[in-house]
């Protein structure tokens, strides 16, 4: 099933029902999310395609990045993207302390805080590796994981990356903005998509919760 990703970021069989409907509401949705950030020459280019292509897309960055280039962060932000949280220092949190998972949580949170006015709504764990403590450390937000794996990092072929992406049904894409050979593939997929008729999300518009209203806790 091509969504259940997101809900083992939930881990609650009973979110079902709910997050059934709002797929079917995104059926044609996609949300590129670009891990790893921010890079001081590659993010500034991609945010130079979605700009001309008027595409939103969701940043998940590194805390240590974000501190090292926190204008291109601010960048982003301004331009209507979304800035998700990829922890501080990109460890498998599922090797880290609960005291560890929470500061690499909390300490990114107040960076991004400090540079968009904001706390970030989103949670993406380095490697997808998560487990329910640390679900539970980062509640109410959910870990948001992906749809489709573009196997980016791996590839490192601009072409492999565009047959990946626009091979799929769309959903939570996962790609890297620290790869030239990444930058260089986004126009082809927007593209693509585009043709297909497929709207352009945020990671959080696409799961379609308000996250600061923690009220579908309830359902839990
Ligand atoms: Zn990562």
């Given at each position: ?108 949170d107040a960076l ?38 573009t196997n980016d ?13 626009i091979g799929s ?52």
């Amino acid at each position: 099933m091509r969504r259940r990703s997101f809900l083992a970021g939930l881990g609650a069989v009973a979110l079902f029902g709910r997050v059934a409907q709002a797929a079917s509401d995104e059926e044609r949705t996609i949300a590129l999310t670009f891990d790893d950030g921010p890079h001081p020459e590659l993010t500034p280019q991609l945010l130079e395609i979605l700009e001309r292509q008027q595409v939103p897309a969701t940043f998940f960055v590194v805390g240590t990045c974000a501190q090292r280039w926190p204008e291109v962060v601010r960048r982003a932000f301004s331009a209507g993207h979304e800035i998700g949280n990829h922890s501080w220092s990109h460890p498998f949190l599922t090797e880290c302390s609960a005291a560890r998972v929470t500061q690499e949580i909390e300490r990114t949170d107040a960076l991004l805080h400090d540079l968009t006015g904001e706390r970030p709504n989103t949670v993406r764990p380095p490697y997808g590796a998560v487990n329910g403590e640390i679900r539970q450390i980062a509640l109410p937000r959910p870990m948001m994981l992906w749809d489709v794996d573009t196997n980016d990092w791996r590839s490192r072929n601009t072409a492999a990356v565009e047959r990946a992406a626009i091979g799929s049904a769309g959903g939570i894409v996962l790609m890297h903005d620290i790869h030239r050979t990444t930058v260089e593939a986004v126009p082809a997929i927007i593209g693509s998509f585009k043709a297909r008729g497929y709207r352009f999300v945020t990671i959080s518009s696409y799961v379609n919760w308000t996250l600061t209203n923690p009220s579908w806790l309830d359902q839990v």
